[in-house]
T-cell receptor
Framework: TQLLEQSPQFLSIQEGENLTVYCNSS?????LQWYRQEPGEGPVLLVT???GGEVKKLKRLTFQFGDARKDSSLHITAAQPGDTGLYLC???????????WGAGTKLIIKP | SQTIHQWPATLVQPVGSPLSLECTVE??????LYWYRQAAGRGLQLLFY??????ISSEVPQNLSASRPQDRQFILSSKKLLLSDSGFYLC???????????FGSGTRLTVV
C-alpha cells in the first residue's frame, strides 16, 4: 500500500526563521506534488517534482525530490506570515487516476 | 485559461434533506474530475472520480452519489443527508494521471 507521511504535523515559528517540512514514503513515486491551502479555500498546486534528486525553487521555497523518489522536502527561507497555511504533498497511485495524499503540515508564521 | 467553479460556498441543510453540489470546468476538454471531503485542517479523502461522461468510480461507501452528465460538469448528490455528511467538500480536475490538480474553492456543508 502506498502511503505518504508528512512531518511535522504542526509547526509554529516566528517570522524570519527557516523551516523544513518532510514528505516520506516506503514506496517509489513517479512524481510528487506540493500544495498550499489557506483556510476556507481549496489547495493550490505549488510544484511538481519528477526526477530523483531534482530541486525546484519558488521564490523563498525550495522543493527537493529524493534520489530514490521515495521522499520530498519543502524548505522555506525567512518565513513570512503569508506563508501560513496547510502544506500537503501528494503522489500518483500506480494503479489508477488517483493521488495519494499526505495528512498535511499546518504551518503558522507569527509576525 | 482553465477555470473551475464550485457552488455554493456554504450550505446549511437539515438532516434528511437532499443535496446537490455542482462543479463545472471551463477551458479544457475531457478532464479527470474529483470530489473530495476534508476534515477540519487535515488531509483529503477521495469520494468519487470520473475519467469521462457517465464514468464514476466510488472510493468510499457512503450516503453520497456523483454524476457526470456533461464533459465538464460533476455533481455530488444525496437523497437524505446525515449529520455525518457535514464537512468541507472540494471539487478538482486534472488533465491526466500524474498531473497536478486544480481545485475549486470548496463548499462548507453543515447538516443540522
Amino acid at each position: 500500500t502506498q502511503l505518504l507521511e508528512q512531518s511535522p504535523q504542526f509547526l509554529s515559528i516566528q517570522e524570519g526563521e527557516n523551516l523544513t517540512v518532510y514528505c516520506n514514503s516506503s514506496s517509489v513515486f513517479s512524481s510528487l506534488q506540493w500544495y498550499r491551502q489557506e483556510p476556507g479555500e481549496g489547495p493550490v498546486l505549488l510544484v511538481t517534482v519528477v526526477t530523483g534528486g531534482e530541486v525546484k525553487k519558488l521564490k523563498r521555497l525550495t522543493f527537493q525530490f529524493g534520489d530514490a523518489r521515495k521522499d520530498s522536502s519543502l524548505h522555506i527561507t525567512a518565513a513570512q506570515p503569508g506563508d501560513t497555511g496547510l502544506y500537503l504533498c501528494a503522489g500518483p497511485m500506480d494503479s489508477n487516476y488517483q493521488l495519494i495524499w499526505g495528512a498535511g503540515t499546518k504551518l503558522i508564521i507569527k509576525p | 485559461s482553465q477555470t473551475i467553479h464550485q457552488w455554493p460556498a456554504t450550505l446549511v441543510q437539515p438532516v434528511g434533506s437532499p443535496l446537490s453540489l455542482e462543479c463545472t470546468v471551463e477551458g479544457t476538454s475531457n478532464p479527470n474530475l474529483y470530489w473530495y471531503r476534508q476534515a477540519a485542517g487535515r488531509g483529503l479523502q477521495l469520494l468519487f472520480y470520473s475519467v469521462g461522461i457517465g464514468q464514476i468510480s466510488s472510493e468510499v461507501p457512503q450516503n453520497l452519489s456523483a454524476s457526470r452528465p456533461q464533459d465538464r460538469q460533476f455533481i455530488l448528490s444525496s437523497k437524505k443527508l446525515l449529520l455525518s455528511d457535514s464537512g468541507f467538500y472540494l471539487c478538482a480536475w486534472s488533465v491526466g494521471r500524474g498531473y497536478g490538480y486544480t481545485f475549486g474553492s470548496g463548499t462548507r456543508l453543515t447538516v443540522v
